[in-house]
């Protein structure tokens, strides 16, 4: 598989089907492409953000404002063979790496095109997410700043939906179906998005989007509350079982019922009573969590089944064993910028086989003369006089 | 493929698989599960959540607390067949739908599970969230308070993953491998990302998290800024050309100019000097910003290439036709709730083909007789029998 791409949707996509064993090579023109000095970086300029994007991949390095260099790209992406010719790109629909420019080198060729918009036009994570309404419902109450996501959720859910994409339509090819194109503009996994969770549905039929509520969580009962000694704590109370659970475990089920007496409803079965009486119930639940230290109340909720998170720093979590620390998906490896650091392998899990070693991001440029050979079956000769001519580049010194 | 699953991940698997053409079938149990009143709902109490993550799919209800329930559910996610055999779970791994009860039916069975902690343990979409330190990185400088997001991404990432996972197994089934059981654990997912992204070799290098900052863009040059009219809109500036553009746009290339004078650098080709020192920068900004109304800079942006992007509702994107408004994506369907609204189908885009009808979601049970008959090949009689004993239920009159 050829990845052609910048930033996080196409190479996580990459990354993915690599992480699951296929021979992924990256492309970028020589010199690295957009996000080649991406931050973070490590202290010789090399980025941490490329070389986690892009483990477990070739790389190959060729000018890509050059027609001998295009040409080479074209070639790359409709390899022959049945497991070649499937290609990611951000790449605009009618460059040069068009997918009618592609199939004429290869008429089965599989290609997944990651876009902004959907007319073609430029957008990236954050500015499709400003016109999808979700920043001005994120953040406090009573601060009606919009609040961006840090996560670039509209990427790698993209991402990971081309990697989907992209093993479906080989599928497809494998029964003789052809191949194809798959666009997938980050405006319409967020349109579409937003309307398989309801948001759109619930928009049109209230006429305006789900109002900011910080932290509570919609249509049932959840939100931070904070501990005696000052620790902020996740509960989410969705089920029945949930609810009871939570109520036991604070000692509040006498309170409750009190409220529930008082309001003449139950709680226990309908989740979205909570919700809306949500105002009556917090100070219950403030006051048994300020009444014990998050020590106390880790071991009790634990034990009595309760969906609930500490908010920790990233950097505490690296040593939470439920994340990071001894975690099998993880392993230590050496990577491009000369730095060790535990790097993860596929995010699923598959019981049955053995981890295998999780492999670093290549330098780049470090596969370009291997791939000319194999995979376009060029001479020793011909790759000299390509990098002689710098259309293609391997490694730096 | 058969999709016995609650809430985001797993519904939205068998919905990118649905929309892509596969028979999904959903199994609830008899009433319906945990997800099946969640909010938002419509005013006859019918979930607009449910009906928009199981469009396209047909439905089954079986008592999924009896023993004769269990197996039925279990006979389903093993049924024979070159294209059965999938199966989207998030049950407990050690409960009735366990890998190993299932692949005693059929030894080439897919599972594809996804838990919320990798240990097993109770954790949803917000409690890892909070864990990974991504809560305390969002939000306004200056208050401290953990903000989540309101987007279930870790459910969305998930979900997408594993709809890719599941078709690679189906891919290596194919070529003779077998069947496997692939687990994406909500936490492993969150862990892998979160390295993936380079946050955690940042905060391994550094020591700590990034630190809050707003709707800065991390490493390069991007933030909301407040036009004369009072709209935000977001701008980014990554690459040489969006920095050039934007500054062209702006009309403040001589104004940059002299800070660059002033600092002895120069920002075009280091997006990084642009945030190192964004402070002096953001009066620029923020002057040319509010020196014009929104709807003079976007012809401007747009003329100039700019990566830009306003801040809109909900209820206005809906009639944005980049996103909703007119998107093929998009069609006016009827649903379940009795509710006539749009609905999208797969959100990748096939140009060479026409997109098919979107179709809703099922009534609850509404395929149970039908699936009985068809995938376990049972009798009217025993169907009959089976409704009469209440192990399954059809649609509600």
Redesign the interface.
Known sequence: MVDVSAF?AGP?CG??LAQ?GAEVIRVDTVGGG?DF??????ENGS???W???N?SKKSVAIDLARPEGRELVQRLAAAPGENAGLFVTNFPVDGFLS?ENLRKLRDDLIC?RVMG???G????D???????????????VG?D?????????WD??TG??????L??A??AR?RGQGG??????L???????????????????T????PRMG?D????F?R?FQTKDGE?L?L?C??PRQWSKALEALGIVEAVKQVEADLGLSFAT???LR?THREHLYPLFERAFAAKTAAELAPAF?AG?V????????????S?P???KG?P??QDIA?PSG?T????G????????TRGPVTPAPKLGQHTDEVLANVLGLSGGEIGRLHDAGVVAGPAA
């Not at 036009?121 to 990236?124: L, N, R, T, V």
């Not at 990971?160 to 994409?165: I, K, L, P, Q, S």
């Not at 006429?207 to 789900?210: E, K």
């Not at 596929?346 to 086989?353: E, K, L, S």
């Open positions: 996080v996580t990354l993915y699951m957009p000095r991406r931050w973070p970086l490590a980025s941490l953000y070389e986690s994007l483990k997918y997944v918009w959907a007319d036009s430029q957008g990236m954050y500015t499709i997410n400003s016109a999808l309404g979700l920043p001005l419902m994120t953040g406090p601060d700043r919009p609040v961006n996501h840090v996560l670039a959720a790698l859910l990971a939906y081309c990697a989907f994409g093993v479906a080989l599928l494998m194809r194109e798959i666009r997938a503009p405006s319409d996994v967020g349109a579409a998005t937003m309307a398989n969770l309801g948001f759109t549905a619930e928009a049109l039929m006429g305006h989007q789900r932290n969580l919609f249509g049932a959840g931070d902020k996740m989410l969705i089920t309908d989740e979205g919700f634990d089944g969906t609930w998170g500490a908010y920790q720093t990233l950097e505490a979590a690296l939470d439920r994340l990071f975690n998906m993880f990577h730095k650091y535990p790097a993860p596929a995010m699923g899990t598959i019981p049955q086989d």
